[in-house]
């Protein structure tokens, strides 16, 4: 997985070269709010966000999906709707019926997670059945599949992303945002790959900044998830005015940096933090900095 | 006897008493605005660089933007520009509270110049100017003084005056308005004093109108939009004020210790934010207009007032080894009654620590002695004692005792509370800085270490001149407006510039904003350029360039000032001996300075 390292400083020279707009950039965004606490007040700021700045949707728990079409009626702000969130470990059939009522209620794109412990059983049969209840249920609508790819190996994380396309779903997402990662280059660029140049990726999780946004895109994520998008916007008008790109060292942007023993399964943190030691960059891995 | 009219200028000579008024041209208001822009190009037209800043010659301007008193997020600012007595560089200075708005409802800048024989203070309202003896308020503190003068002129009234220390010609002396803001560094308090001007007191009833009322509004809502999202300006400022800082940049490892000989305080849990909320803090306030309200109301020891700020809390803190809140809220309550700032008091009481500490001052005073500190704070805004020495600032102090390298100090100005070594952008700003030390000309601690608007590596050097000069700019831009720098954790270029247009009528794109920043910036080095400074003076602490830091996060490290310096000048267009070249004068449309 040496080159995977490798292609972390690519990348990041790669942001460079990114030519987006204020606008192309807002639309690749769903201005996400997933808070167990945030109240009715707090869901109205967030619409009324996603119309000011022309976001591609807002992304919210199910019990906001009616009040927030009803919000963004007559805009081009779209709703999205998370099922099985955050676990994935609901069935097929209570998935699907999440599914079909966020479409009911105006929800336009569906963000469900995938059963990460029947992937690690290598049920995989369970899990494509899994993703395809949900394509079926939302009747066209675009799935996004989340892998919650911090409890995933590199490998996994391919064998996954083929798995959901083979379901018929439109993306592969990495992460819920409660996992152990947030959005990293290695995984994005390990997703895009796997899954080609006409699907979907979606990254989230940690994308505070213009600098993580167009990272992730030059990484190869084509929508952004994040809680952050009015800052987002806002820091990107400094962009133009100087060059912010100023090449980060390759370990703050690794997984295995920010592999976390508490967080994810033993295996997994130790498979990430093996990484460190063939690593080419592994002089840049002072933690103290 | 003066009626005053719009936006125009108050010139009032102290020597002949005479106080004329004027218009500013429309050239001049496009190229520089306000503020510190305004303040910049008439000190640089008018004050010979060469000028002995406590002299008659020396002129002192208080100037207001476009945008202070008007609706705008955090606009009730003023600045102070003159030749500054500590760094001998052009300087400017702004404070918030409630006199710039005042000043504003007014409808005057104002030039002061000349000398009076006696004390006097100005008294300008609703179109009187009236110059008054101060004989009644001369040797009083910042407080009685503006109880004083209010009894004196009109309740409704507000005063900037100055303390003791501006009187005594106190190199550190500062300008204090609404008894606990200050428009604190550079010794702008000695200029006045020099000029026996013990205040400027100001009553208006001038509406602030703007160009386009309706799209201003819009503007202004939605910038009060963006402050309310941003976790700096809605939480952090907001709850905890300044000290919230204290812990982050400790653990960063760039919280200056003793002098600046260590970057870790292992007593920073005795003056965090969450200790000053326990021990001293009444209750928050606001300056004029700010959704912010990061002022801390506090008490201690009996006595109450404004702060101790984050720099404060530092200077009179860890700069001298000290984590006794209480005192060190002494000594801030006692530099805002003499007019002291309490940086560069606290930072050159630091600098007399560590010589006295290695020997080469005989005068006993050690790092961690409070009671000591309070009473060189007395002895230094009164210029009694060992305190006339440290009143000089610590550049003039460590050189009377033959260690230069003691101070730090950049241009003769103290350096505030960010070690250099662990952020090299900030480092690169400090050096580059035409006012000296200072944090607010470009602060890369936003991005170096809040990730605003973009985190950056501290430790890398390369690529960042292009940033610090964009921040520089835009610094200078924004003090034409007035607005706090506070408000730059949430806004962008575009959200100024599109305030600026607005409110005047007049299409600056964001660029155009930018560019205004670079002018001054420009005006301000050739001033300096002539008035002795050069490449030589771009410089830090030797400290910072050869010795690390042996603990905390930010160890190991040293300043990689000179390539950063190449690269800084080469962004600016400046000559390798950090001169402006003629077309870049040209294409800011200043070449007729270049003389």
């Not at chain 1, 806002?234 to 370990?251: F, M, N, T, V």
């Not at chain 2, 207009?289 to 109301?297: D, F, K, N, V, W």
């Not at chain 2, 035409?434 to 050097?461: K, Q, S, T």
Request: glycine letters at 12%; one cysteine or more.
């Amino acid at each position: 997985m040496t080159s995977i390292m490798e292609s972390i400083p690519k990348i990041e020279r790669r942001t460079k070269e990114i030519k987006i707009s204020p606008e192309e950039l807002a639309k690749t965004i769903d201005h996400t709010k997933l808070s167990p606490y945030k109240p009715t007040g707090s869901m109205k700021k967030l619409c009324e966000e996603a119309k000011a700045y022309h976001f591609h949707s807002v992304c919210v728990n199910p019990c906001w999906t009616r009040f927030c079409a009803n919000e963004l009626k007559g805009t081009d702000v779209k709703v999205d709707t998370v099922v099985g969130f955050p676990l994935g470990q609901t069935t097929p059939e209570e998935k699907a019926f999440e599914t079909k009522q966020a479409i009911g209620e105006g929800a336009s794109e569906i963000d469900t997670v995938m059963n990460v412990a029947k992937f690690k059983d290598k049920d995989y049969d369970f899990v494509r059945d899994d993703v395809k209840a949900v394509v079926e249920a939302a009747g066209g609508k675009t799935v996004k599949v989340i892998l919650e790819t911090g409890y995933l190996t590199y490998e996994e994380i391919s064998g996954a992303c083929k798995i959901v396309k083979e379901a018929g779903a439109d993306f592969v997402k990495n992460s819920t945002g409660f996992g152990p990662f947030g959005a990293t280059i290695p995984h994005i660029l390990l997703m895009r790959e796997a899954v080609g140049g006409d699907f979907g990726v979606k990254a989230a999780g940690g994308i505070n900044n213009f600098r993580d946004a167009l990272r992730m895109i030059a990484a190869g994520a084509n929508r952004i998830g994040t809680s952050a998008g009015v800052k987002i916007m806002d820091s990107y008008r400094w962009a133009r005015h100087s060059d912010w790109l100023i090449e980060e060292i390759p370990c703050r942007l690794c997984p295995s940096r920010k592999a976390s023993f508490t967080s994810m399964p033993k295996s997994v943190f130790q498979y990430y933090k093996m990484q460190c030691v063939n690593c080419p960059y592994r002089e840049y891995n002072r933690f103290y900095e | 006897m003066n009626k005053s009219g719009g936006a125009r200028i108050l010139r009032i000579n102290l020597s002949s008493g005479k106080v004329t008024e004027e218009e500013v041209d429309q050239d001049t208001r496009r190229k520089f605005i306000g503020g510190r822009g305004l303040g910049v190009k008439i000190v640089f037209d008018e004050v010979d660089p060469g000028v002995d800043p406590l002299s008659e010659s020396n002129k002192i301007v208080f100037a207001v933007g476009p945008l202070t008193g008007t609706a705008a997020p955090s606009s009730g600012r003023y600045a102070v520009i003159s030749k500054s007595p500590l760094t001998g560089t052009i300087f400017d200075a702004n404070s918030g509270g409630f006199f710039g708005p005042m000043l504003k409802a007014l409808g005057h800048d104002v030039i002061i110049e000349g000398r009076s024989g006696d004390p006097v203070y100005v008294w300008a309202h609703d179109g009187d100017v009236e110059l008054r003896g101060a004989s009644s308020v001369w040797g009083k503190d910042t407080h009685e003084t503006t109880e004083k003068l209010l009894e004196e002129t009109d309740r409704r009234a507000k005063v900037a005056c100055i303390g003791p220390a501006g009187e005594k010609q106190v190199k550190l002396a500062c300008v204090i308005n609404d008894e606990h803001r200050a428009a604190g560094r550079g010794g702008l308090g000695a200029v006045m004093g020099s000029k026996n001007l013990k205040a400027i007191v100001v009553s208006g009833h001038k509406k602030t109108p703007v160009a386009n009322e309706s799209k201003f509004r819009e503007t202004v809502k939605r910038c009060l939009m963006t402050l309310d999202k941003n976790p700096i300006t809605k939480d952090s400022l907001k709850i905890f004020g300044t000290p919230s800082l204290v812990s982050l940049i400790n653990e960063t490892g760039i919280f200056p210790v003793r002098n600046f000989q260590r970057g870790y305080f292992e007593d920073a849990d005795g003056i965090c934010g969450e200790k000053y909320l326990e021990r001293i803090f009444v209750k928050p306030y606001a300056c004029f207009g700010c959704p912010i309200g990061c002022g801390r109301l506090t008490r201690a020891n009996g006595e109450g007032g404004g702060g101790p700020e984050y720099e404060t809390l530092w200077a009179f803190g860890a700069q001298c080894g000290v984590s006794k809140l209480e005192d060190i809220a002494r000594a801030n309550y006692l530099c805002n009654r003499l007019g002291l700032d309490t940086i560069s008091t606290g930072s050159t009481i630091g600098c007399a620590m560590e010589l006295s500490e290695k020997g080469y001052l005989t005068e006993g005073i050690e790092f961690g002695d409070s009671e000591k500190m309070v009473e060189l704070v007395r002895k230094t805004g009164l210029r009694e004692g060992f305190g006339k020495e440290i009143g000089e600032g610590s550049k003039r102090l460590a050189e009377r005792y033959g260690h230069p390298e003691v101070a730090m100090q950049v241009k003769g100005l103290e350096l505030p509370a960010y070690d250099p070594r662990g952020v090299q952008g900030h480092a690169l700003a400090y050096a580059t800085s035409n006012r000296g030390g200072c944090h607010l000309r470009a602060y890369m601690i936003g991005p170096e270490v809040l990730g605003v608007p973009a985190p950056l590596d501290r430790f890398r050097a390369g690529g960042k001149a292009k940033i610090v000069k964009l921040l520089q700019d835009v610094s200078a831009a924004v003090d034409t407006l007035i607005l706090c720098r506070f408000t730059s954790f949430a806004l962008n270029i575009e959200e100024y510039a599109s305030l600026l247009s607005t409110a005047t009528g007049i299409d600056y794109s964001a660029e155009e904003f930018r560019k205004v920043g670079e002018r001054i910036w420009n005006l301000e080095r050739l001033f300096n350029l002539r008035a002795g400074f050069g490449r030589k003076d771009d410089t830090l602490p030797p400290r910072f360039l050869k010795t690390p830091l042996k603990e905390g996060n930010s160890r190991g490290r040293v300043v990689e000032l000179e390539k950063m310096l190449g690269e800084y000048y080469e962004a600016r267009g400046w000559t390798e001996e950090g001169k402006p070249r003629a077309e870049l004068l040209e294409e800011l449309g200043i070449e007729g300075y270049a003389r």
